[in-house]
């Protein structure tokens, strides 16, 4: 059962361009979301994070966008650049920590120069 | 020292033969993950430890795996004889606690198992 999804295992863009990374999850007792990179051969590193009190969280380069009523978010990075290539996890949680963090099974971004 | 650390960084060893990989959590995290991640796939959640509480074990793939908990501190993920279906990277992961923005989790670089 897989609670956190994301669709799209690999995305190409071009550098200079917006990257969308998309994040479906089904669990309604979610609240609070995490974004994480991840690079070859190390652990992943923490992102961006949204509260479902809010329906955007932005940070430099980057915004995650939050729908609750379609339990959907989106990891928006603007302007790419080739240092972004990476894998993105998507991560659930609950602010009451009823719930486990429960991963995505990540996105591969490649930003071509 | 400023992160997670895992050991050993790569481990090899025979079908059968049983490994121990290590993880030092960032001192005051209360909470403690294993995860691991086969080639090509997304991260797979193992086990979770919540200060005192009982840990959550849902994740385990099977009774050949175990893992102990110290209190809040190092952690030893056991594998019995091991299988080639074993081999992927294992990775440890801190956080403040329970909830949250306390569950940003800090991520070792991982141990990276070879079963031959």
């Known amino acids: 059962d897989q609670q956190v999804k994301q669709n799209s295992p690999s995305l190409s863009v071009q550098e200079g361009r917006i990257s969308i990374l998309n994040c479906d999850y089904t669990n309604s007792m979610f609240d609070y979301f995490l974004w994480y990179k991840k690079y070859p051969a190390e652990g992943p590193t923490f992102l961006i994070s949204i509260s479902s009190i809010k329906d955007k969280n932005e940070d430099g380069r980057f915004t995650v966008f939050l729908n609750k009523s379609a339990k959907h978010l989106s990891l928006h990075i603007v302007p790419s650049q080739p240092g972004d290539s990476a894998v993105y996890f998507c991560?659930?949680?609950?602010?009451?920590?009823?719930?486990?963090?429960?991963f995505g099974t990540g996105t591969k971004l490649q930003v071509i120069p | 020292g400023a992160g997670v650390s895992q050991s050993p960084s790569n481990k090899v060893t025979e079908k059968g033969k049983d490994v121990e990989l290590r993880c030092d959590p960032i001192?005051?995290?209360?909470?403690l993950y294993w995860y691991r991640q086969r080639l090509g796939q997304g991260l797979e959640f193992l086990i979770y430890?919540?200060?005192?509480?009982?840990?959550?074990k849902s994740g385990l793939p099977s009774d050949r795996f175990s893992a102990e908990r110290t209190g809040e501190s190092v952690s030893t993920l056991t594998i019995q004889r091991t299988q080639q279906e074993d081999s992927a990277v294992y990775l440890c992961?801190?956080?403040?606690?329970?909830?949250?923005?306390?569950?940003?989790?800090?991520f070792g670089p991982g141990t990276r198992l070879t079963v031959l």
């Open positions: 991560a659930a949680d609950d602010s009451g920590g009823y719930q486990k963090v429960t």
């Open positions: 430890f919540q200060g005192n509480s009982a840990p959550d």
């Open positions: 001192s005051g995290h209360t909470a």
């Open positions: 992961a801190s956080s403040l606690g329970r909830g949250g923005f306390k569950n940003e989790q800090f």
